[in-house]
C-alpha cells in the first residue's frame, strides 16, 4: 500500500493542498506578534503564510525596508519546504513583493522531519502535508520518534507527525495553529494525538466552512497553546471536560453535553464483537455475481509446486524490506530447494454456467446500502473450505496473507457497508463467507441471540446515528470498532426491549419474504420513539409482573 502512494502524483504524495493568501492573511492577524517573537512555518509551500508573516514584522522593526527585511528573515521567520519547484516560487514571491531577497535567511529546503531546528518558537503556523507519503528510508525511524506520545500509538500520518513534532519545538505558553483535515476531531485512529494534545496544552478547535478549491474536504483550523499540563479543549463554542472527553472509548472530541447521557452505562462492545471480513488479493479470480440463481465461471483452479526464491519475496514485502532472521530463513530454503504449493488460475475456454446452490461455491458477504436484510448478491469460489483463495492468499504480498475474520465466517450476525453516511445495518444469517468491504458484529458468548434484533433496530434509529457520526466517528469510514463504541440501550426497560425484539424479528421475516424497507418506512420510523432516552427506572418486581399481564 505504501508503494502506491510513492506512486501517485507529486501533489497526492506530497500531500499538498496550498493555503489561499486571504485565509493565511486572515489567521496570521489573528495571532499576536512582538518583535523578539521567532516563528516557524514547517511547510511553506509557495508562501501563502511567509508573506503575511513577514507584512506583520515589517512595522515591528527600525531601519529602511531592506535593513528590517533581512533582520525578519534572520532573528523572526523561519520556514520549511520539501518541494523544490514551491520553494522557489516562495523566494520569488518576496523578492517581487520588496524588491529585495536577503541572502542570509531562515527559508530552507528540506525535509522537516530531518531537519535540525535551532530555536524553540514563540509561534508555529501553517498547513501541515494532509494524506502524504513519507520517505522509506526513514518511515520506521520516525514511527520511533514521534508514533507514540503518553503511551497513546500516534497515527502514521504526515500532518498528526507535523503537530507532534511541531508541539516539541513550542516555548512553553507559546502557540500552534494549523489548518489541518477534520477527521482529527473523532476518528479513533487519531486518539493518540487528541490525548497528547490535551494532556500538555490548550486546544481550540474551529470549523473552516471554505478551505480551497483544491479540495472539498472539511478542515478545521487548530489552534494548541503549550502549557505542559492538562488543559482546556474547546471545540466550536463547545467546552469540553476531560471527564466528558474519557467517557467515550475514542476520547471524542465530538462528545456533547446532549450526548454525554448515552456514555454511563455498557457499550455495544461488551455484548458484541465486530469485525472485518477478508481481502482476498483479487476478486476478479474468487468472487461472482449471482444473476438469476446462477453465475458465471470463468476461471479454472489448479494447484502446483513452485520453487521458494528471495527475490520474489522481497518483491511482495512491505516497501521491499525483510527482517533479517526472516531473509536467512529464505535463504537457507531456496538453498535447499524447498518448494511452495500454488495455486494456478487460468480463464476457461468457454463460460460455465453454474446454478446456485452449489458445493463449490458461499455466499459472500460483499458491502450494500439495503437494511434490515437482502438475500447474497455474490458467492466466492470455497472448494475445500476456500483452499484456492488461502493458497492464493499465502503465496501473495505479505500483508495480504492474513484471513480477515476467519473464526467469524458462517456464523449468524449482522452486517452493514464499510464506506457510507450511515450505516445501513442488516441481519446477516449463517452461511457467509466474510468480505473486507462489510464489516460484520456477532454476539459474545453470553449475551442472548435476540440481542441481535435488539441490536439490529438501535442501529436504525436516528439517534444511534447521530451518536455514531458526531462522536464516534464523522468520516465515511465505519469500521467495526465504532460498532463496539456505540453504547448499548440500557436505558430501555425489559418490557420494552421484548416489544423491539419482536418488531424486528417481523421486520427481517417480511425483508426475507421481498419486502424492502426504507428509512422512511413507518415501522422503521417507531423505533426511533421505542428507543427514546429516559432515566432509568427499574420496576420492582411484582409491578413489572403486573405491567406485563396487563399489556397481554
Known amino acids: 500500500m505504501s508503494i502506491t502512494k510513492l506512486q501517485r502524483e507529486k501533489k497526492r504524495q506530497l500531500g499538498q493542498f496550498l493555503t489561499p493568501p486571504e485565509l493565511a492573511s486572515r489567521i496570521i492577524d489573528s495571532v499576536p506578534l512582538s518583535p523578539m517573537d521567532r516563528v516557524l512555518e514547517p511547510s511553506m509551500g509557495d508562501g501563502s503564510f511567509i508573506i503575511p508573516l513577514i507584512e506583520r514584522f515589517l512595522p515591528l522593526h527600525q531601519g529602511s525596508q531592506k535593513e528590517r527585511l533581512s533582520r525578519i528573515l534572520s532573528e523572526n521567520i523561519w520556514g520549511v519546504e520539501i518541494d523544490e519547484q514551491l520553494y522557489r516560487q516562495c523566494l520569488h514571491k518576496i523578492d517581487e513583493r520588496w ?26 503556523v501553517g498547513n501541515p502535508p494532509f494524506g502524504g507519503s513519507f520517505d522509506p528510508t526513514t518511515e520506521d525511524a520516525l514511527d520511533a520518534i514521534f508514533g507514540v506520545r503518553n503511551g497513546e500509538k500516534i497515527k502514521k500520518e504526515t500532518y498528526a507527525f507535523f503537530i507532534v513534532k511541531s508541539t516539541d519545538l513550542l516555548k512553553n505558553q507559546a502557540r500552534m495553529t494549523f489548518i489541518c483535515s477534520n477527521t482529527f476531531l473523532t476518528i479513533n485512529t487519531m486518539r493518540g494525538l487528541r490525548s497528547h494534545l490535551m494532556h500538555r496544552g490548550d486546544i481550540d478547535i474551529q470549523s473552516l466552512p471554505v478551505f480551497s478549491d483544491e479540495t472539498s474536504h472539511p478542515m478545521v483550523v487548530l ?96 516497501l521491499g524490506n525483510l ?26 475456454e468457454l463460460v460455465k454456467k453454474i446454478k446456485l446452490p452449489h458445493h463449490d461455491y458461499q455466499p459472500y458477504n460483499k458491502a450494500i446500502n439495503t437494511i434490515i436484510y437482502s438475500p447474497p448478491t455474490h458467492v466466492i469460489y470455497w472448494k475445500d473450505d476456500g483452499d484456492a483463495v488461502k493458497t492464493y492468499k499465502k503465496t501473495g504480498n505479505w500483508y495480504l496473507r492474513g484471513i480477515g475474520g476467519q473464526s467469524y465466517f458462517f456464523r449468524e450476525g ?61 468520516t465515511k469510514n465505519i469500521q467495526g470498532k465504532d460498532f463496539e463504541r456505540l453504547p448499548y440501550p440500557f436505558w430501555v426497560s425489559s418490557f420494552e426491549k421484548r416489544r423491539i425484539i419482536a418488531l424486528v424479528k417481523g421486520l427481517v421475516t417480511r425483508a426475507k419474504a421481498g419486502e424492502y424497507f426504507t428509512y422512511e418506512n413507518p415501522d422503521i420510523e417507531k423505533l426511533d420513539a421505542l428507543f427514546a432516552f429516559h432515566d432509568v427506572y427499574v420496576l420492582p418486581p411484582l409491578m413489572e409482573q403486573t405491567r406485563l399481564s396487563l399489556s397481554v
Not at 298 to 317: C, D, G, M, V
Not at 326 to 340: L, W
Not at 443 to 454: G, I, M, Q, V
Not at 467 to 474: A, G
Open 223 to 318: 489552534s494548541y497553546t503549550r502549557t505542559g499540563a492538562p488543559g482546556k479543549v474547546t471545540v466550536g463554542s463547545e467546552k469540553l471536560s476531560h471527564e466528558s472527553i474519557k467517557k467515550t472509548a475514542n476520547l471524542s472530541f465530538g462528545i456533547k453535553q446532549e450526548f454525554e447521557k448515552y456514555f454511563t452505562g455498557p457499550r455495544m462492545g461488551d455484548l458484541f464483537v465486530a469485525t472485518s471480513g477478508m481481502t482476498t488479493g483479487k476478486n476478479e479470480y474468487f468472487v461472482r455475481e449471482i444473476q438469476n440463481g446462477c453465475i458465471d465461471e470463468t476461471y479454472e483452479f489448479s494447484f502446483r509446486q513452485k520453487p521458494i526464491r528471495l527475490s520474489e519475496e522481497i518483491k511482495k514485502a512491505r
Open 99 to 124: 524588491g529585495y531577497l536577503p541572502k542570509k535567511h531562515n527559508l530552507v529546503r528540506g525535509d522537516f522531519f530531518r531537519m535540525t531546528l535551532p530555536t524553540h518558537f514563540n509561534l508555529i
Open 414 to 474: 449482522l452486517t452493514w457497508q464499510l464506506i457510507a453516511s450511515r450505516m445501513h445495518m442488516r441481519y446477516l444469517p449463517s452461511g457467509y463467507v466474510l468480505d473486507s468491504g462489510a464489516p460484520c458484529a456477532f454476539t459474545r458468548k453470553s449475551t442472548p441471540k435476540d440481542d441481535l434484533y435488539f441490536a439490529l433496530g438501535w442501529t436504525l434509529t436516528r439517534e444511534c446515528n447521530r451518536i455514531l457520526k458526531e462522536v464516534i466517528n464523522h
Open 323 to 348: 527482517s533479517e532472521k526472516i531473509v536467512a530463513d529464505i535463504k537457507q530454503r531456496e538453498a535447499q530447494g524447498i518448494h511452495r504449493r500454488t495455486v494456478s488460475i487460468e480463464p476457461t
